[in-house]
């Protein structure tokens, strides 16, 4: 085999990728937009006017302004085109800009996302690794007991939870809207909690069988204290599970931010993504999903070299 | 060794019923018997409204209150056991089988299958999981089966994620590569190597999909997506309850701790496959 | 103004508002209503709350109406030109001067948009000398009433770009666009070029915060000085905390059911009649809306003042006289309770929205409550288009929604639409009145209170007898508003938030 180096050759790999996705996610939405049920015009019409002011007419005059009667390949095909010199479009129901839409929506979610990870990860991998070290103890049980109460609480649930404490009784923090760091704070720890319920027991599990496997005897054999083998193997060992995780849970919350964002009244792109899809915005549902689908195969390429960093075994194929 | 892991693979088969597991046991029999007969159990209709007393608190009449629509609680329960406990079974069968077998396959020939139903899944799932449960959803309005599938599409990648990864280091292994040069059976090798190794994390991570399944119903009832009214569901009430949740917290506190039980139950019973 | 620039976001997302802090504390009010676009047609109802952009004409808290960027109007002889003659002296945010040029390039605009001004038989609208002249095919009494509505806010010719899209909020009001942030939210400071008096206040942000939840928490701590439309729990809730006052008016919205009277098992009044005696309102405002004196007796609630007709007997609830209307229909009960009529089971589909949360909480009712008299009912929770929709193509059963008869201050237009010839999208469907269309005719073509009353009466009973949308419930507006913040006005055609006439307690 060439010597290439295997850096660049994931970064090709994940570009190729970028391409693909680019299509499938315009034609797949589109398609899906196109075999949802109801009518396109009277939907954009509710988005925009609201339900005092739509009517049939109004809904009329939305058709013909935005040809909507055309044949969807003739309107997925100049989807396509305007993609290739980089024109997402314009929103049907706002009539800004797609691409204005995105920008703004798209960096609020992402420092909500980093916010919630960064609260999973500090939460998780410690608690993780102590209940790990004593499997069956007290601290894996009470973890354990944690977890499964804030997996069954829902998002929106927990979300006023937190704010009547912090917010209200404490006044610790704002309550909602994100004027300010401080507003971060709330919702990131809402959303980051409930990663932290699954992950702590993904890095439990991983410590759990890292320090199971053969080779810890022969480490500890061959003189190492009891704490560099913590360090060295098991948490090296454990990581590469836990960082795959991680990657999992980032691709579900930069959409799962939805409900997040609703409670906390952050402008968010899962948000509007779900006005999107009712207001029949395809514009908006397309720039919206190549957007998230662009980041995935970003994160996808920083899992990757996560991995090759931490395990050399995975580099083999 | 092979000493070693066949013991390991006896305790998986016939393992000790320690306490634990036989409360969790009994829990999840509990369960399904709550599942079949249903609100027959407390003699009331899941339905039936009565403006004039909503929000009662626990009583002989309604064992666990009332709803905000006069609705006896403990018959909307059962009622919605069944819904979601079918729903969570569902799609964590139907999300977890077919993600674990993409991944051992992945894991287990490599090379261009690997890279194949890596680009599979990595196209799917560039797609936002929200946009596909939304778009069923909005295809068949008020359809379960829609929701099963929507939420089966997004969570089926956490179980090919974590198995393709687990399998790749333990089919590397020098106790497989001999295995494999020795000519075992292809099922002796997943059975004695795989499943002890992958088999504790898949099921942490279904215990907890099950729950996911129910809050994400939840969530999509939240954003005004689901279920048709007067239907019980435990994550379509955790939404209709939410409003009242200062004033009556013991109403909504209700589904949740029915999905808590279900959880742990799932948990305490897998838990004797964990290693120690 | 300041525009959305995506390289600034993150900076702006953590700059805090630490720039703007003037001697007054800010106002801060949350709503529902997110605010996405420039365009005044889309969202012209958060900005008119805003006192960012003004209307030719507006109106008090009682719908009275009172000069606004127009200081008088009057109609010719015939009724069918219309002069608005245009304050003087009034600036633009951006400093241009407001005149007949830009008023008349924005009614056109707002004219040829779906809005309200659709409603008015309009043919022509022109700037005259310090004037904007309406040209009209009929005469069209409530004119006035229409240029004071959120979709005919008057937006500077500097709002728009080449093409005539808009592209910003330039306006006259006493508030000026800080920063925008759709669709969340907008930050407004004091406009010193204002022509009527300077508010007190001299910054404010509007929060569009979706749940009702999040909105009574941002009340409850502070965090909104006025927060709009609580729900139920959180109204009661908030009532008992002493930082805050609640308010609830009542406002000429109501929650009606739509009726197709064109379906062969609704097309006899007295189905619907039975519908309607088989609901049991009281129980639906008490443990739903929780403001049981708003149970609808009639259509139109006393906020219409005149369209609120006094004489009609109220509508009943009476399970019984239900049942026996549609046995007399010839309905019989079939073996699982549900009626059945020459083979067909009384089964129906009910359409509704959940954007406003009550809606599928009272179809549930519903639901149960037909039930009792033998009708199925199945409820749709869907897209608020899908009721237009189904009364365009015939398809609708039965639809649950709010209708705002307060859109303008006299609400002849919004009628006018709903029960006028062939009926409206959101009004009587399949319904065959034409001497209630010729009355409602009549009334639009004159001002004059006596004519009036004689064909509002006609029209109110000709509703309530044959029910071609059953009333429901009557909306109260719920309100919190800071303990020590004073002269909130609650406006009940809800125009105005009233910041500018606010002040923090000294």
Not at chain 3, 18 to 34: C, H, L, N, R, Y
Not at chain 3, 150 to 156: G, K, L, N, S, V
Request: aromatic share 8%.
């Amino acid at each position: 085999m060439t010597q290439t180096n295997p850096f660049i050759a994931a970064l090709a790999q994940r570009g190729l990728q970028a391409v693909v996705v680019a299509l499938i996610v315009g034609i797949v939405s589109f398609a899906m937009m196109q075999a949802l049920p109801g009518d396109a015009a009277y939907r954009i019409a509710a988005g925009r006017y609201g339900y005092d002011m739509m009517d049939a007419a109004s809904a009329e005059l939305v058709r013909q302004e935005l040809g909507l009667d055309r044949p969807f390949w003739a309107q997925l095909l100049q989807w396509l085109g305007a993609l290739a010199t980089f024109d997402l479009g314009q929103s049907a129901v706002y009539g800004t800009p797609v691409i204005d839409e995105i920008a703004t929506q798209l960096g609020y979610s992402l420092l909500l996302a980093a916010g919630a990870v960064v609260v999973s990860v500090l939460i998780a991998v410690p608690m993780g690794i102590a209940a790990g070290l004593r499997p069956g103890g007290l601290v894996d049980r009470v973890s354990l007991g944690i977890s499964i109460l804030l997996r069954a609480i829902p998002a929106f649930a927990l979300g006023v939870v937190l704010v009547l404490i912090f917010a209200v009784q404490l006044k610790l923090f704002p309550v909602a809207g994100f004027r300010g760091p401080q507003h971060l704070i709330l919702p990131s720890l809402t959303l980051g909690l409930g990663l932290a319920a699954v992950s702590n027991r993904v890095v439990r599990d991983a410590v759990v069988e890292a320090m199971d496997a053969e080779w810890r005897l022969f480490a500890r054999t061959k003189g190492l204290s009891a704490r560099l083998t913590l360090v060295r193997h098991v948490l090296r060992n454990a990581s590469l599970p836990v960082v795959t995780y991680v990657g999992v849970q980032m691709a579900y919350l930069i959409e799962g931010v939805v409900i997040v964002e609703t409670v906390f009244a952050w402008p968010g792109i899962g948000h509007a993504l779900v006005h999107a899809i009712f207001g029949r915005d395809i514009a908006m549902v397309q720039g919206t999903a190549l957007a998230l689908g662009l980041i995935y195969v970003a994160l996808n390429l920083v899992i990757d070299l996560a991995c090759r960093a931490i395990d050399p075994r995975t580099r083999a194929t | 060794m092979s000493d070693m892991l066949l013991s390991n693979l006896q305790t998986a088969r016939w393992p000790k019923i320690k306490a634990p597991r036989a409360a969790g046991f009994v829990m999840l029999a509990g369960l399904a018997i709550c599942v079949m007969i249903g609100p027959d159990l407390v003699g009331q209709d899941p339905a039936k409204q009565s403006l004039l007393s909503p929000q009662e608190r626990p009583s002989a009449e309604h064992l666990l209150g009332t709803d905000h629509l006069g609705r006896d609680m403990a018959a909307r329960l059962l009622s919605g056991a069944q819904l979601s406990l079918s729903l969570a079974l569902l799609s964590v069968l139907t999300a977890g089988i077919p993600g674990t077998a993409i991944g051992v396959l992945s894991a287990w020939y490599g090379g261009w299958v690997d890279r194949g139903l890596g680009a599979f899944a990595d196209a799917v799932l560039a797609l936002p999981g929200l946009l596909l449960v939304l778009m069923l959803a909005a295809i068949a309005p008020g359809s379960w089966w829609a929701l099963y599938a929507g939420i089966s599409l997004t969570l089926w990648v956490e179980y090919y994620r974590y198995s393709r990864q687990r399998a790749r280091i333990v089919l590397s292994s020098p106790a497989v590569e001999a295995s494999r040069l020795l000519g075992l059976p292809v099922r002796l090798i997943l059975l004695r190597h795989l499943v002890p190794e992958i088999g504790p994390g898949l099921m942490t991570v279904a215990a907890f999909g099950a729950a996911t399944a129910v809050t994400a119903v939840a969530a999509l009832g939240f954003v005004s997506v689901g279920v048709r009214p007067p239907t019980a569901e435990w994550g379509v009430m955790m939404t209709e309850l939410l409003p009242y949740w200062r004033e009556a917290p013991f109403l909504i506190l209700q589904p949740v701790a029915c999905l808590v039980i279900t959880v742990l139950a799932l948990h305490l019973c897998v838990g004797g496959l964990h290693k120690r | 103004m300041h525009l959305r620039s995506s390289a600034a976001l993150v900076a702006a997302v953590f700059l805090s508002l630490s720039q703007a802090f003037a001697d007054t504390k800010p106002v801060t009010i949350a709503a529902p209503w997110e605010v996405a676009s420039y365009d005044v047609a889309v969202s012209g109802f958060a900005i008119q709350k805003l006192e960012i952009l003004e209307n030719l004409v507006d109106a008090d808290e009682n719908g009275v109406l009172e000069p606004g960027l127009a200081t008088e109007w009057a109609a010719s002889d015939d009724g069918l030109t219309w002069t608005f003659t245009l304050r003087k002296a009034v600036k633009f945010h951006d400093g241009t001067d407001f005149d007949a040029a830009s008023a008349a390039l924005a009614l056109r605009r707002a004219w040829q948009q779906p809005g309200i001004l659709e409603k008015a038989p309009i043919t022509a609208i022109e700037a005259g000398d310090g004037t904007v002249i309406f040209s009209l095919s009929t005469p069209f009494a409530a004119l006035p009433s229409l240029l004071a509505h959120a979709t005919t806010i008057i937006p500077a010719p500097a709002s728009f770009d080449t093409d005539g899209k808009p592209v910003a909020l330039i306006g006259t009001g006493p508030f000026a666009v800080e920063k925008f942030t759709p669709p969340q939210s907008i930050s407004v400071t004091r406009f010193e070029g204002y022509w009527g008096d300077a508010p007190e206040i001299e910054t404010a942000s509007y929060l569009a915060a979706g749940r009702a939840e999040t909105r009574a928490l941002l009340a409850e701590s502070g965090d909104a000085d006025i927060v709009f439309s609580l729900d139920p729990a959180g109204f009661s809730r908030l009532s008992a905390v002493d930082t805050v006052k609640t308010t609830a008016v009542p406002i000429p919205r109501v929650v009606t059911l739509k009726v197709n009277a064109a379906h062969p098992f609704l097309d006899d009044p007295r189905a619907r009649q039975a519908l309607s005696l088989a609901m049991n309102r009281k129980g639906i405002a008490t443990a739903i809306t929780r403001f049981p004196e708003s149970v609808a007796s009639q259509l139109f609630p006393p906020a219409l003042n005149m369209w609120h007709n006094t004489s009609l007997s109220p509508l009943k609830h009476d399970v019984e006289a239900a049942k026996a209307l549609l046995a007399e229909l010839g309905w019989a009960a079939g073996e699982d309770g549900i009626l059945v009529k020459d083979g067909d089971r009384f089964a129906v589909t009910l359409r509704t929205f959940p954007d406003r949360p009550e809606l599928p909480l009272i179809a549930a009712a519903l639901q149960d409550m037909w039930r009792e008299i033998g009708i199925e009912l199945t409820v749709d929770v869907n897209n608020y288009s899908m009721i237009p929709q189904g009364h365009q193509d015939g398809s609708l059963h039965l639809a649950l929604y709010a209708r705002n008869y307060g859109l303008t201050p006299d609400p002849v237009g919004t009628v006018l639409q709903d029960f006028g010839s062939a009926g409206g999208d959101w009004g009587a469907m399949g319904w065959d009145r034409p001497d209630v269309a010729e009355a409602l005719a009549r009334v639009a073509a004159t001002d004059d209170e006596a004519a009036r009353a004689a064909d509002i009466a006609l029209v109110t009973k000709a509703i309530q007898d044959e029910l071609p949308l059953i009333p429901v419930v009557w909306y109260q507006h719920t309100v919190s508003v800071a303990q020590d913040l004073e002269n909130v006005i609650i406006d009940p055609l809800q125009r105005s938030y009233g910041l500018s006439e606010m002040n923090w307690a000294k």
